[in-house]
């Protein structure tokens, strides 16, 4: 057995693709709040989302027990230019759970499916900032590449 200089291959291999994931997620966040936060990458990572997530949760937490409506929490993701998926998906994914802790439980997976569905149409059914982000970031590419195809 002896010294291993090498982590093996397919440890490595499953490690660098779950880093790449976390930072690709990362990098999508910070390009959808530049406008809001205006922070880089890792005060994104570290500080943000941990604090977003928890915000948006309680909200949630909120429309459970019926004390508020879905609507508040599709203002504060329009606040922050961040779009459903990056509150259902993307802070999920970099949120640190570990099993049998409660103090870090996935606090998402206690919300009712009822709470979710609504969210999800009420968001479908308006108009959001990080849309049009989107919508003119195409744009700005398609110009582009009409420009070398014309030149």
Same mark, same amino acid.
């Given at each position: ?24 997620? &990362? ?5 959808? &709040? ?48 961040? &779009? ?33 569905? =609504?969210?999800?149409? =009420? ?29």
């Amino acid at each position: 057995q002896g010294f291993q200089a090498f982590p093996g291959f397919p440890a490595w291999l499953g490690k660098n693709s779950s880093t790449s994931k976390m930072n690709r997620l &990362t990098k999508e966040i910070v390009h959808h &709040t530049a406008l809001s936060i205006g922070q880089g990458f890792q005060p994104i990572r570290l500080d943000y989302v941990p604090y977003l997530r928890q915000s948006l949760l309680h909200k949630m937490q909120k429309v459970q027990e019926g004390n508020t409506d879905v609507q508040e929490v599709i203002e504060s993701l329009d606040a922050y230019g961040l &779009t459903k998926e990056d509150l259902m998906e993307n802070m999920k994914e970099l949120q640190l759970v570990l099993e049998g802790d409660k103090t870090l439980s996935d606090r998402f997976a206690g919300i009712d499916t009822k709470v979710k569905t =609504a969210l999800t149409k =009420a968001y479908n059914n308006g108009s959001h900032r990080s849309q049009v982000l989107v919508s003119e970031l195409a744009a700005k590419v398609g110009k582009k590449g009409g420009r070398a195809r014309g030149g």
